[in-house]
């Protein structure tokens, strides 16, 4: 499964085999959305927390007698059906939300977001990024020459999630670069996931050779 590999120019440097194992599978929407709602639920922090009328302060005092007032009857001011009272059922931050996620799950819903990528024709192979400074200008005027390629315009005019750069291994310069760029993420090999690939209209590989052995090794 040959793919073209691009340089910063847009312009062609040569061909990828692509991993058949990896991009040759069908897509699994019902593995895929396990994984990603697992994977926001483990991220999930559970701060939000009410108090119950135990843990209200005050509420000691009957509010007044239980008979003869001609009022219904209350024994506490911090009954959950009295103004600044407990609240039932609120949020409790002692709930733990996290789901078991196994390692191989991940990696297969992975292997199959970057499968359907390519053949939706949102996966583009650049050879190598590269800069010595974080220099916003010259990465600007990459984005528009990869925008360039037929079929992947919308990397240098799309407003909203439209690039996920994956680099081989961690370059600060290239990710200071980028980072003025509101519709552009910079990450590593290592660190990406079904949800992140999903989250970008189009997801660029820097260094295709390196990349996929990385990806490769995830469910090994």
Known sequence: MEAPVYDREGKKAGNFTLPEQVFGLPWNADLVHQVVVAMAANARQGNAHAKDRSEVRGGGKKPWAQKGTGRARH???RSPIWRHGGVTFGPRNDKDYSQKL????????LWTTLARKHKD???LLVDKITYETPKT???RVMLDKLGTIG?????ATRRKNAILFVLPEQDLAVKKSFANFGNVRVGTVRSINAADVLAYKYLVVVGPEASMNVILSKLA
């Not at 079929?151 to 990397?155: H, L, Q």
């Open 102 to 109: 196994p390692r191989k799950m991940k990696a297969k819903a």
């Open 137 to 139: 200008k010259e990465a």
């Open 75 to 77: 024994g506490s001011s």
């Open 151 to 155: 079929g992947y315009e919308g990397v």
């Open 121 to 123: 024709g949102e996966l």
